[in-house]
């Protein structure tokens, strides 16, 4: 009781803190951790958001609904298309990849518009938490940390590639197509029944840009919501792991008062973490409502053009880059989640060994059972109707797997 009243009375201190310099930038202080958050700073700053703040302030609110409008309008061309090509599963695949991806990324920024102050108040407390870790501690912090800057980077990399040649590669094969044929091809980037003639130069560079513009919705809007989860998980792990040695060490203290005192801490630390790994609950759940229910989708409709032989040699390259970044995509979720639940789970494991010790009184000992109880149920993350974790990522390709296989049956029969 003692631990929660402080707990609670910490937090609405917090509270008011934040609310009366909501625009303070929040890293006050150098944890000396490489890269401690830039990734996530450079992809919300070019997205339109300064996520370091307190009230995660729109800084380019014209540049983001900009990036919006382009990504609404350009889907209703695309199914539009689908819809003229029904007979063709080829061409419906081709358009409705980058729909779905189009899909999930407007979802996700809408979500992030919504609940930003409460995502920029959970980077706070964590960063609040992580800066009580002793030198020693760090070193699960920085070993984390460095863990999701080399995933996240990868992803980064995959994700702005794909783009890049999504954007290149129709504009190059066009201009070879009129080195060799003398005529301009008028490739587009994407497959879409657009509202102007596409055999124009003028009209052909507007719809580029638009696409331009989309596309890079699609990879500022995916990368930072995705890389922020990341970091989430990875820093929410790498304190469940400076409890799980606090509790080791708790009982190596001499003095009972210390001993006592670290053991509450300990326990009001455990609180903590369990509410922070359910605000991150709360924020994520809705986007991975989303996201996996479209994605064994958009995996299907890129292996089967991938596996058909009806496309051209030049799309290859994009359409593996594209099925990459997906499955990068799904593997930050699903492995992240089991992540938080295997080590929230492994500080029951901690207490059990620091329990069976002879030095603790009974009133310790019954507020260890309870907490133990507690760290016995993982913390997990939810997509509503199912857990986010590595069977999850399974099912994903597997039920992509099934729908592959489907569309084939579909295609040699209407051939």
Same mark, same amino acid.
């Given at each position: 009781m003692l631990v929660h009243s402080h707990y609670k009375s910490h937090s609405i201190c917090s509270l008011c803190v934040r609310r009366s310099t909501g625009s303070?930038?929040?890293?006050?202080?150098?944890?000396?951790?490489?890269?401690?958050f830039q990734l996530q700073k450079h992809t919300f700053q070019r997205l339109g958001i300064d996520m370091t703040t307190r009230n995660a302030s729109i800084t380019h609110i014209y540049f983001l609904a900009l990036q919006i409008v382009a990504l609404v309008t350009i889907t209703m061309p695309m199914v539009i298309y689908s819809c003229q090509h029904l007979q063709e599963i080829a061409e419906v695949t081709n358009a409705m990849a980058p729909f779905m991806q189009a899909t999930i990324t407007l979802w996700k920024i809408w979500r992030v518009i919504y609940r930003r102050k409460m995502m920029a108040e959970l980077v706070e407390d964590i960063y609040s938490v992580s800066t009580k870790a002793t030198k020693q501690e760090l070193t699960h912090l920085r070993r984390e940390n460095n863990r999701e800057r080399i995933m996240n980077t990868f992803y980064y990399y995959s994700v702005f590639n794909t783009g890049v040649l999504a954007l290149i590669a129709p504009v190059l094969v066009s201009f070879i197509q009129y080195l060799r044929l003398g005529e $301009?091809?008028?490739? %587009? %980037?994407?497959?879409?029944?657009?509202?102007?003639?596409?055999?124009?130069?003028?009209?052909y560079v507007l719809i580029w840009l638009w696409s331009a513009i989309a596309i890079y919705g699609v990879i500022y809007g995916s990368v930072s919501v995705d890389s922020l989860y990341s970091w989430y998980i990875?820093?929410?792990?790498?304190?469940?792991?400076?409890?799980?040695?606090?509790? %080791?060490?708790?009982?190596?203290i001499a003095?009972?008062?210390?001993? &006592?005192?670290?053991? +509450?801490?300990?326990?009001? +630390?455990?609180? &903590?973490?369990?509410?922070?790994? =359910?605000?991150?609950?709360? !924020? +994520?759940?809705? !986007?991975?409502?989303?996201?996996?229910? #479209?994605?064994?989708?958009?995996?299907? $409709?890129?292996?089967?053009?991938?596996?058909?032989? /009806?496309?051209?040699? %030049? /799309?290859?390259?994009?359409?593996?880059?594209?099925?990459?970044?997906?499955? !990068?995509?799904?593997?930050?979720?699903?492995?992240?989640?089991?992540? #938080?639940?295997? =080590?929230?789970?492994?500080?029951?494991?901690?207490?059990?060994q620091t329990i069976n010790s002879t030095i603790?009184?009974? /009133?310790? &000992?019954?507020?260890? #059972?309870?907490?133990?109880a507690r760290a016995q149920r993982p913390c997990k993350l939810t997509g509503i109707f199912f857990d986010v974790d590595l069977r999850l990522f399974l099912w994903v390709w597997r039920t992509a797997g099934s729908y592959v296989t489907l569309l084939r049956s579909v295609d040699q029969q209407s051939s």
């Open positions: 303070q930038k929040m890293f006050h202080s150098d944890l000396v951790i490489n890269g401690y $301009f091809s008028y490739i %587009v %980037v994407l497959k879409a029944t657009y509202p102007i003639e596409l055999a124009r130069p003028l009209n990875h820093n929410l792990v790498g304190n469940f792991k400076i409890l799980q040695t606090k509790f %080791v060490t708790a009982e190596l003095e009972v008062s210390e001993r &006592r005192a670290s053991i +509450y801490y300990c326990l009001g +630390y455990h609180q &903590r973490l369990i509410t922070m790994s =359910e605000q991150l609950n709360i !924020i +994520y759940q809705p !986007i991975v409502l989303v996201q996996f229910s #479209l994605n064994a989708l958009q995996i299907c $409709f890129l292996a089967y053009q991938i596996g058909s032989g /009806d496309v051209a040699v %030049v /799309d290859l390259p994009f359409l593996f880059l594209f099925m990459t970044s997906v499955g !990068i995509q799904l593997m930050i979720y699903c492995y992240g989640g089991q992540y #938080l639940q295997n =080590e929230s789970e492994n500080v029951a494991k901690f207490i059990s603790w009184p009974i /009133d310790l &000992r019954k507020v260890l #059972l309870f907490s133990m």
